[in-house]
């Protein structure tokens, strides 16, 4: 069992920076490939970034590729996601999520198999 707890959300005007953590239980944190996805107003969650378990490769939207970055400190149980060059359509709520290295699958909401609560990020124009 894995359980997840964001942080780092907030309000912040277009062209800003924001950083997200997600703070992880668990020892075995490092085997598991984590990802970050975000849910607007009637809109689906869709896939932001994911990382590996060793932290060697990493997969981006490409709505968010050159400006979000994702990264993982393992001793520390914690996932990032530095949000740079932030803009209006940015604005959601932003769920960490987690699945065994074990299982294949990067970009789907249902290859995740933990998520913690979410935190908004709402960015102003």
């Known amino acids: 069992q894995v359980q997840l707890v964001e942080s780092g959300g907030g309000l912040v005007q277009a062209g800003g920076s924001l950083r997200l953590s997600c703070a992880a239980s668990g020892r075995t944190f490092s085997s598991y490939v984590m990802g970050w996805f975000r849910q607007a107003p009637g809109k689906e969650r869709e896939f932001v970034a994911a990382?590996?378990?060793?932290?060697?490769?990493?997969y981006y939207a490409g709505s968010v590729k050159g400006r979000f970055t994702i990264s993982r400190d393992n001793a520390r149980n914690t996932v990032y996601l530095q949000m740079n060059s932030l803009k209006p359509e940015d604005t959601a709520v932003y769920y960490c999520a987690a699945h065994s290295s074990f299982k294949s699958g990067t970009y789907y909401p249902e290859d995740y198999d933990y998520w913690g609560q979410g935190t908004q990020v709402t960015v102003s124009s």
């Open positions: 990382i590996s378990w060793s932290g060697g490769s990493t």
